[in-house]
């Protein structure tokens, strides 16, 4: 699956100068370091997919409305 790499979902996680390998989105990235948090406290890891991911995507989407916060 190619991912389009925009603002919308935070640019690139690790950017490059090289155009043909951008790499992660920023969101994916936030969404994953999240999953991996999840998964490292929970004693119980019954979860289903669905459900990690829909969390997962819905706390990156927060740290990036937070990101682009103006102090």
Do not use: H
């Not at 998964?39 to 997962?56: I, L």
Request: net charge negative; with cysteine.
């Amino acid at each position: 699956m190619i991912v389009s790499i925009n603002d919308e979902n935070g640019g690139p996680a690790f950017p490059v100068t090289n155009w043909s390998a951008l790499g992660m989105s920023l969101r994916d990235y936030f969404a994953a370091a999240a999953l991996q948090g999840m998964m490292a406290s929970c004693t119980q890891q019954n979860w289903k997919e669905e459900f990690a991911a829909t969390v997962s995507y819905e706390l990156a989407d927060a740290m990036l409305e937070v990101r682009e916060a103006k102090p």
